[in-house]
T-cell receptor
Framework: NAGVMQNPRHLVRRRGQEARLRCSPM?????VYWYRQLPEEGLKFMVY????????ESGMPKERFSAEFPKEGPSILRIQQVVRGDSAAYFC??????????????FGQGTRLTVV | TQLLEQSPQFLSIQEGENLTVYCNSS?????LQWYRQEPGEGPVLLVT?????EVKKLKRLTFQFGDARKDSSLHITAAQPGDTGLYLC???????????FGQGTRLTINP
């Protein structure tokens, strides 16, 4: 059973371009969470999605960022008109059910975005 | 202001030594998780502690949840180079759908 798959692993974008980060959850998992990690910091929650629904996007910047988790295919985190401050590692996690305290969310290896 | 404060932020010790890292808060939590993150990888869950005063052991790692459920510690006995990594504590916030992480302790074990 493959783990959470994120691609690309590394992404370089020029300022003003768009970045699209993909996350394929573990098989049978319908809950996806996106986190951002700045250098030398812990992870910060961005958005929680179920299939076709955004449940909680309280951690996602209101402008330029969007996320989706379609009925078919991976979850996508989209950053429009990237700026240098968007450079970070973006992690996706998935769980089979709505998380409770004892439900493990499995993390992918992350996408490292560098804006030049 | 960080909800979770981890200390020390950096720790470099020799193989075979013992160490303790801490995760502190002024808030009370129903549970707390510890993760290890290796360079270039995502975090991996090590343990979840739930009960105040609870102690859990995972081989050479001992996790303790404070009696008041506001803090936790991770003790490693006879550290090995394979223990090197970023150790993160995290708590569920507002209904378990978003984990809040501390800033981590970056541990380096030198051979």
């Amino acid at each position: 059973n493959a783990g959470v798959m994120q691609n690309p692993r590394h992404l370089v974008r020029r300022r003003g371009q768009e970045a699209r980060l993909r996350c394929s959850p573990m098989k049978g998992h319908s809950h996806v969470y996106w986190y951002r990690q700045l250098p030398e910091e812990g992870l910060k929650f961005m958005v929680y999605l179920q299939k076709e629904n955004i449940i909680d996007e309280s951690g996602m910047p209101k402008e330029r960022f969007s996320a989706e988790f379609p009925k078919e295919g991976p979850s996508i985190l989209r950053i429009q008109q990237v700026v240098r401050g968007d450079s970070a590692a973006y992690f996706c996690a998935s769980s089979p059910i709505k998380r409770a305290f004892n439900t493990e969310a499995f993390f992918g290896q992350g996408t490292r975005l560098t804006v030049v | 202001t960080q909800l979770l404060e981890q200390s020390p932020q950096f720790l470099s010790i020799q193989e075979g030594e013992n160490l303790t890292v801490y995760c502190n808060s002024s808030s009370v939590f129903s549970s707390l998780q510890w993760y290890r993150q290796e360079p270039g990888e995502g975090p991996v869950l090590l343990v979840t502690v739930v009960t105040g005063g609870e102690v859990k052991k995972l081989k050479r790692l001992t996790f303790q949840f404070g009696d008041a459920r506001k803090d936790s510690s991770l003790h490693i006995t006879a550290a090995q180079p394979g223990d090197t990594g970023l150790y993160l504590c995290a708590v569920d916030f507002q209904g378990a759908q978003k984990l809040v992480f501390g800033q981590g302790t970056r541990l380096t074990i030198n051979p």
